[in-house]
């Protein structure tokens, strides 16, 4: 088993900044071509740019794939230049202004039924397009979703991205039983919280101390887009040959946690504090 994936095409949706971009950078490393698929023409070349300079086959797949007719067109056009599709990554997703972060009360209907429509065609048209080149070819494949913890931990005032996320998730189970017979897998990765900057960041404050974020996570930072990035490639290789329909926390522990430290009634030790603890235990009685 081995994660290259030389000889294979990859198409990475909103690849062109962030996790996205992390996404594309490490399936290129591992061999494959990439088509870097992005609404933005300018991100999308930037990237497809970075990609080719370093020696990796990359094409901009620039559109906009909320649309199903440009879906298909832009399929097409990257199967013309790099054969099928292998290796699906439906990142992209649309804010549509305000939307996603007012309270439920003030969410209008119109821009609700846009706000669905929208960024569930980002992950339907995609994968239903390239799940159709591969059973065509016969040929086996991977399709990884990015959610996010709103699937199955709420945020305030996000009603539209957490519902929208809970569909990819559904979504992800369904369509790997259903593609199950053409051995075309599945999966979803949640995301905690990720550094969105193309650059890594620091975790700490200037004061030297964990930001607020990281404070409330068990491996005590947030993450980078290039950790979420390893666990696609994972999910793209053959290395994941016998997973399907899962869904993956990327998250330093976060959704594993019942509290945050903060709220503990219990002052917690820190691993420094347990270097010397005595290897004898005692049970305390309340």
Excluded: C
Excluded at 21 to 28: K, M, Q, V
Excluded at 113 to 131: E, G, M, S
Excluded at 158 to 163: C, K, L
Aim: hydrophobic share 45%; glycine share 8%.
């Amino acid at each position: 088993m081995t994660t290259d994936l030389t000889g294979r095409v990859a198409l990475v949706t909103g690849a062109g900044h962030n996790i996205g971009r992390a996404i594309t950078g490490r399936l290129a490393e591992a061999g494959a071509a990439v088509a870097v698929a992005d609404v933005d023409p300018a991100a999308a070349e930037a990237v497809t740019g970075e990609l080719r300079s370093a020696g990796h086959v990359a094409f901009p797949a620039i559109g906009d794939f909320s649309d199903v007719d440009v879906v298909d067109d832009t399929i097409d056009r990257v199967e013309a230049e790099l054969g099928t599709i292998d290796v699906l990554v439906n990142n992209a997703y649309a804010r549509l202004g305000a939307t996603s972060f007012l309270p439920f009360l003030q969410v209008d209907a119109d821009d609700w039924l846009r706000f669905v429509a929208v960024n569930t065609t980002l992950f339907y048209a995609p994968t239903q397009r390239v799940a159709r080149s591969l059973a065509r070819a016969g040929r086996s494949g991977s399709i990884v979703n990015i959610s996010s913890h709103g699937a199955a931990r709420a945020h305030r005032r996000h009603i539209p991205y957490d519902s929208v996320k809970g569909a990819m998730e559904s979504f992800t189970r369904a369509v790997a039983v259903d593609l199950a017979p053409w051995n075309i897998r599945v999966n979803a990765i949640r995301p905690g919280t990720i550094d969105v900057q193309d650059d890594p960041l620091d975790w700490t404050r200037a004061d030297g101390q964990p930001d607020v974020r990281s404070a409330q996570i068990p491996l005590g930072r947030t993450g980078h887009g290039s950790e979420v990035a390893d666990v696609v490639l994972f999910l793209a290789s053959n290395q994941s040959s016998y997973v399907t329909g899962q869904i993956f926390n990327v998250d330093g522990g976060l959704a594993v946690q019942a509290r945050p430290p903060q709220v503990e009634p219990d002052a917690l030790a820190t691993p420094n504090t347990l270097i010397d603890f005595p290897s004898r235990l005692r049970l305390r009685t309340r």
